[in-house]
Nanobody
Framework: QVQLVESGGGLVQPGGSLRLSCAAS????????MRWYRQAPGKEREFVAT???????NYADAVKGRFTISRDSAKNTVYLQMNSVKPEDTAVYYC???????????????WGQGTQVTVSS
């Protein structure tokens, strides 16, 4: 009854910008942390960024200074602003969340289906 749906992926040129969104919907009571991960071809899924319910953020070294994570709690949505993108940023980007459902079930690392980001000329 809970869904995370990513959007905003696509093709972007090196040095360009892209804004990803992940909207949580369904039987949600509260959301704690929200995160972005990515998985590039032939590589394991890796952490990108996280934002807590208190607004604290953390970034992987590979994206620090280029990506910005933010959230709109009223909309249960997390964003990833990607600036100065590089070809190595090409990956499927997934969001996840730690959340309480209205049925009093606590989900940790509840995953969305992902959105493809391709950085290429």
């Amino acid at each position: 009854q809970v869904q995370l749906v990513e959007s905003g992926g696509g093709l972007v040129q090196p040095g360009g910008s892209l804004r990803l969104s992940c909207a949580a919907s369904g039987s949600i009571f509260t959301i704690d942390a929200m995160r972005w991960y990515r998985q590039a071809p032939g590589k394991e899924r890796e952490f990108v960024a996280t934002v807590t319910s208190g607004g604290n953020t953390n970034y992987a070294d590979a994206v620090k200074g280029r990506f910005t994570i933010s959230r709109d709690s009223a909309k249960n949505t997390v964003y990833l602003q990607m600036n100065s993108v590089k070809p190595e940023d090409t990956a499927v980007y997934y969001c996840n969340a730690d959340l309480w459902s209205r049925e009093m079930i606590y989900y940790t690392h509840y995953w969305g289906q992902g959105t493809q980001v391709t950085v290429s000329s």
